[in-house]
T-cell receptor
């Protein structure tokens, strides 16, 4: 299995608080992605990165920011969490290229 | 209209049955992925196809580029095959376009 881990795996937070999710890879892959998965929507791209300090928005980027200061880590930040951001978040590497590997997901609940 | 359409959305079958899940797409692609997600679980890549057919154990994936259609087949289905199967296509910009998934339940 590809070395990709997400942390935390579960989190409950209050509306208005900042939250940061971490994705760590050991594959030295250039491309990293953050998706959210909601019933009836499938997976939707939030942000992706094509290299250190190189990031771009996906289709549902509002309310989210990302950072990639080194190849192995891709951070997703909810600046001020809202209930609509309750979701399961998946990190992926290589999604869109020849191989696609996914983290185990982070279940985030905003109360 | 979604660029990637899967059918059926839900499928319930008896153990041992031959299963087919379909994926149609409307964009030009360089590759198509089939992925599996068990309830509450992570997402696992099953196949990546750009042409023809691939087989892994009881799973077979085919793609017809001209018709913009792919199928995932499961032979001798088993309850442990119960999962959501997702089709996604790479249209060439290092992003995937996702289908909505097919929820498969195999009853013993």
């Amino acid at each position: 299995d590809a070395g990709i881990t997400q942390s935390p795996r579960h989190k409950v937070t209050e509306t208005g608080t900042p939250v940061t999710l971490r994705c760590h890879q050991t594959e030295n892959h250039r491309y990293m992605y953050w998706y959210r998965q909601d019933p009836g929507h499938g997976l939707r791209l939030i942000h992706y990165s094509y290299g250190v300090k190189d990031t771009d928005k996906g289709e549902v980027s509002d309310g989210y920011s990302v950072s990639r200061s080194k190849t192995e880590d891709f951070l997703l930040t909810l600046e001020s969490a809202t209930s609509s951001q309750t979701s399961v978040y998946f990190c992926a590497i290589g999604a869109g290229g020849p191989e696609a590997f996914f983290g185990q997901g982070t279940r985030l609940t905003v109360v | 209209k979604n660029e990637v359409e899967q059918s059926p959305q839900n499928l319930t079958a008896q153990e041992g049955e031959f299963i087919t899940i379909n994926c149609s797409y409307s964009v030009g692609i360089s590759a198509l992925h089939w992925l599996q997600q068990h309830p509450g679980g992570g997402i696992v890549s099953l196949f990546m196809l750009s042409s023809g057919k691939k087989k892994h154990g009881r799973l077979i994936a085919t793609i017809n580029i001209q018709e913009k259609h792919s199928s995932l087949h499961i032979t001798a289905s088993h309850p442990r095959d119960s999962a959501v199967y997702i089709c996604a296509v790479n249209s060439g910009d290092y992003q995937l376009i996702w289908g909505a998934g097919t929820k498969l339940i195999i009853k013993p």
